[in-house]
Each structure stands twice: as C-alpha cells, then as structure tokens.
C-alpha cells in the first residue's frame, strides 16, 4: 500500500509539474504570436515599398548622383546631363569626366590668377578662361573651346600631353570625346534633348530627396527588427529556463516497482 501511495504521489508531482510548464509555454507561444503577427503588417507594408521603389531605383540614384556631381565640378545639372550623354558615346566613363572637369575648374582659376600649368596650355591655344566683361567662363564653355582645337589637331604625343595638362589623369581618356569638337558635344546634347532624357535641377533634387527618405525608411525598418528581437529575446530566455525546469523535474523510478 506504502508503494502504492508513493507511486501515486510521485506521478501526480511529475503531472503538475508537466502541466504547468505546458501553459507557461502556451502562454509564452500566444504573447509571441499576436506580436509577431503585429510586426508582420508593419514589415510587410516596409518591404512593399522598397520593392515598388526597386523597379525605377537605377534612373532615380543616376539623377541623383548627377545632382551631387554638378555640386562638385561647378556646372548645372542639365549642362552635365548632356555633357554625361555626349561622353557616353565616346566611351568615357562618368568618373573619367568629373575628374577631368574638376581639374580643369582648378586649373582655369589658377589660370585667371596668373598661375598653373593649365595656364601654358591655355595660352599656347589661345584660349581665354574669361568672359569679355571679365568673368570667369563655365567650365563647359572652356571644355567646348578646347574641344575644338583638339578637334583640329593630329592625334600626337603632345596632344596627349596637352590633355593631361588640363584635364589631369583622365585627360587622355577624355580625348575621343574632345575629338567631336563643341558642335560633336552639342549634336549630343540635342539629341538627348529629343529623348526627353535631360536630368533636369528639380529632378537631381527630387532624386535626392528620395534616396534621403528611402535611407530613413531602412533606418526604421531596422529599428523594427530591434524592437522585435527585443520582445522576443525574454521569451527565448523562459524556453531556456523552461528547459532546465523539465531537465530538473523528478521523473518516478518505475524500476523500484518492476517486482510487483
């Protein structure tokens, strides 16, 4: 009978047990799963959008990256946009053309001041960098000056040292653009007119403005992800306790009672 009773006894503390880690796990499983069905609108509303957002992303980050350039070598968006279309034919990647424009900027400065080596270059194609009420010229307008005295002259090692002079490392590459001459760059510029495909300065900064809030989106999806693992680490740590709690609980020696 005293076995008997201890059997029971043992079983129904084994029993109680089992069935209280049973409804904190469900319990557990319920918080989780009315969170994670929160959170799954949100995120799926986040992801929509950068989905939809993907189908013109490459034309809006080239406007936008167009906007930063003509920031840095000192010309309008729509200058550049045609002067990008015009190197494009000519095989002259966008880097190649904001490095030689940049330079050219620094050395048409220089060259106002009296000082530089793009000066010399200048000077001996009797190319003034200002305009006749004094003013500094555009760096288009110098490029296209230049371009036509390249456009005259025989392709020669001092040719390419010229190119160099003004447009540093990139002007060698720049000389099949150069080639075409300002009426070459400006059949170019026409042409990409008739597409209606100049980047315009309110399409650089609406572009802009995109990538700017498609940056704070990311930022706020990531702070979702966050607060998800943030809810969800403290549960993980109860199945971890939980674990321990069922490893822990007293299972009943059956074989004591194998003889009766």
Do not use: C, H, W
Not at 97 to 125: D, F, I, P, Y
């Amino acid at each position: 009978g005293s076995l008997v009773v201890s059997l029971t006894a043992e079983t129904a503390q084994f029993t109680a047990a089992l069935d209280k880690a049973s409804y904190t796990a469900e319990k557990n499983f319920r918080s989780i799963s009315s969170f994670a069905k929160t959170a799954a609108g949100s995120l799926a509303a986040l992801y929509g959008a950068e989905s939809i957002v993907g189908f013109i992303k490459s034309q809006v980050d080239a406007a936008d990256a167009a906007g930063k350039m003509a920031q840095k070598v000192g010309i309008s968006v729509e200058e550049l946009s045609k002067l990008q279309y015009a190197a494009k034919l000519a095989d002259v990647d966008t880097g190649q053309l904001q490095t030689g424009l940049v330079k050219l900027s620094k050395g048409m400065v220089e060259a106002a001041n009296g000082t530089g080596q793009a000066r010399n270059a200048l000077s001996a194609m009797g190319i003034s960098v200002k305009n006749s009420d004094g003013t500094l010229k555009s760096s288009s307008q110098v490029l296209g000056d230049v371009a036509d005295k390249f456009a005259t002259y025989g392709d020669s090692a001092n040719k390419t040292a010229l190119a160099v002079q003004l447009f540093g490392k990139s002007g060698a590459e720049l000389i099949p653009l150069l080639n075409a001459g300002s009426a070459g760059i400006k059949e170019s510029a026409d042409e990409l007119e008739r597409f209606g495909a100049v980047i315009t300065e309110k399409a650089a900064a609406q572009a802009e403005r995109f990538n700017d809030n498609l940056t704070r989106l990311a930022t706020v999806g990531s702070v979702v992800g966050k607060t998800i693992a943030n809810e969800v680490i403290p549960y993980l740590n109860q199945f971890v306790v939980l674990t321990e709690i069922f490893r822990q609980i007293p299972r009943p020696n059956f074989d004591q009672y194998k003889a009766i």
